[in-house]
Nanobody, 122 residues
């Protein structure tokens, strides 16, 4: 069993930055992903990172603005978000996959946190 807790969300103006953190416990040798869900929209992939940090994947919409990183000593996976715009407003979730792949598919992830709200004002 894997437990995940997100933190770091909040309100920021367009062009600003936020850093989200996902604290995880339990079996954590597998990839961790960040997803987001805006009101009235489906949950979508943001970024994912393998346990060794060797492989990283980003959604096209955040590439060049967001950076995912992992500290296995602290059991955390962070998402640094720069140049935020109102379209980034959503609840952000971290999730863990049972298998050593780097999937962008929501249903491939088995464990989920409760989410943290990010609101970007224009």
């Amino acid at each position: 069993q894997v437990q995940l807790v997100e933190s770091g969300g909040g309100l920021v103006q367009a062009g600003g930055s936020l850093r989200l953190s996902c604290a995880h416990s339990g079996r954590t040798f597998n990839p961790i992903g960040w997803f987001r869900q805006a009101p009235g929209k489906e949950r979508e992939f943001v970024a994912a990172i393998t346990w060794s940090s060797t492989n990283i994947r980003y959604a096209d919409s955040v590439k060049g603005r967001f950076t995912i990183s992992r500290d296995n000593a602290k059991n955390t996976v962070d998402l640094q978000m720069n140049s935020l715009n109102p379209e980034d407003t959503a609840v952000y979730y971290c999730a863990a996959d049972k298998f050593p792949r780097l999937s962008a598919v929501v249903r491939d992830y088995d464990y989920w946190g409760q989410g943290t709200q990010v609101t970007v004002s224009s």
